[in-house]
C-alpha cells in the first residue's frame, strides 16, 4: 500500500469435488491507484474461482429447470478485468469496468425433450469466454433518495454450442427508492433485457435462425423486452407497516423464457409486524 495506490498478489487454492477431485490454483491479483482525492480510481485485477451450482442458485435464475437436470459447477479459470470508478460528489459516484473471463461448464437452457408437456428446461454445459462491458452510476442524498443505473453488455464465444442459448446480449436497469417523512417509501424499477436466441426442435416455432436439419434444432430469436416495477409502503412504526406492489405496471407482454408469457400486472399487497 503506498499514498495513492493499494496492491494484493495472492494464489488461492480451490477444488471442484465430483466424481473426482480436481484442485485449482488461481490468480488474486488486484490494483487500484487514486486520482484528485478519489475522484477517479483506475483498477485491474486477475482472479478465478469454482462457481458452486445449486438448485436454488439455479432456480433463482430460471424457475423452469427440470429436476431431472445433472448439476455441474462452473470453473472461471480467467477472470480479467479493469476499470475506472470514483466519485464526482458526496452524492454523486459511477463506475466502469471490462472484463474478459474463460468459463468451464457455463450453464445454458435448453427445451427438455423428454418433459410430456414440453414446458420445462435442462441445463446444457459448453466451455465460454464471455466478454463483458458494465457501466454504473448512483446518485443518493443521504438515506431520503437513491437512484441507480446500470448497463451491462455481453458477448459470448462458445466452444461446442452456436449460441448462448436463453443468455441476453444485453441488461438495462434503473432502480429508486424515495423515502418520504420517514413514513411513506415509493420503489420503483425499470429493465430492459436484450434479445435472447433459445434453441428450439421444431421449424413450426416460428422464425428459426440457422436452422441445422442434420440435428433438427435451429435457433428462435426473442426479442428485447421492457418492463417496470412500482412499490409503495407505509410504515406507522419501526415495527408495523403495509405495503402495496405494482409488478409489469405497464401491462408488457413478452416473453423472458421462451414460450412463458410474462403475467400481466399484478398487485401485491400486506402488512409486516416484527417483534
Not at 56 to 69: A, G, H
Not at 95 to 101: A, D, G, I, Q
Not at 121 to 137: A, S
Not at 197 to 210: F, M, T
Amino acid at each position: 500500500r503506498g499514498k495513492n495506490w493499494k496492491a494484493k498478489f495472492g494464489l488461492s487454492l480451490q477444488a471442484n469435488i465430483e466424481y473426482n477431485t480436481t484442485p485449482y490454483f488461481f490468480p488474486d491479483v488486484n490494483f487500484s491507484y487514486s486520482l484528485f482525492n478519489n475522484i477517479f480510481i483506475p483498477y485491474a485485477g486477475l482472479t478465478g474461482n469454482v462457481q458452486r451450482n445449486t438448485w436454488n442458485s439455479i432456480r433463482l435464475d430460471n424457475p423452469f429447470v427440470s429436476e431431472n437436470s445433472i448439476l455441474n459447477n462452473t470453473v472461471n479459470k480467467m477472470n480479467l478485468f479493469g476499470g475506472i470508478r470514483g466519485s464526482l460528489s458526496s452524492s454523486f459516484t459511477f463506475n466502469f469496468k471490462t472484463s474478459y473471463e474463460r468459463l468451464k461448464s457455463f450453464c445454458l437452457y435448453v427445451h427438455d425433450t423428454s418433459s410430456s408437456y414440453g414446458n420445462k428446461f435442462e441445463l446444457l454445459y459448453d466451455d465460454v469466454n464471455r466478454t463483458t462491458l458494465m457501466g454504473e452510476i448512483t446518485y443518493q442524498n443521504a438515506e431520503k433518495l437513491k437512484v441507480t443505473s446500470k448497463a451491462e453488455y455481453f458477448i459470448y464465444d462458445l466452444t461446442n454450442e452456436e449460441f448462448a442459448w436463453q443468455k441476453p446480449n444485453f441488461i438495462f436497469t434503473i432502480s429508486t427508492f424515495l423515502d418520504l417523512s420517514d413514513k411513506i417509501i415509493v420503489k420503483g424499477d425499470v429493465f430492459a433485457i436484450g434479445s435472447r436466441v433459445a434453441k428450439v426442435y421444431s421449424s413450426s416455432e416460428g422464425d428459426l435462425l440457422d436452422y441445422n436439419y442434420q440435428f433438427e434444432y435451429g435457433g428462435k430469436r426473442l426479442p428485447m423486452c421492457l418492463d417496470m416495477n412500482l412499490g409503495l409502503e407505509y410504515r406507522y412504526n419501526e415495527r408495523i407497516s403495509a405495503f402495496i406492489n405494482f409488478n409489469n405496471f405497464t401491462a408488457s407482454k413478452y416473453q423472458i423464457w421462451n414460450n412463458y408469457p410474462v403475467q400481466s400486472i399484478n398487485i401485491l399487497g400486506g402488512a409486516t409486524f416484527s417483534f
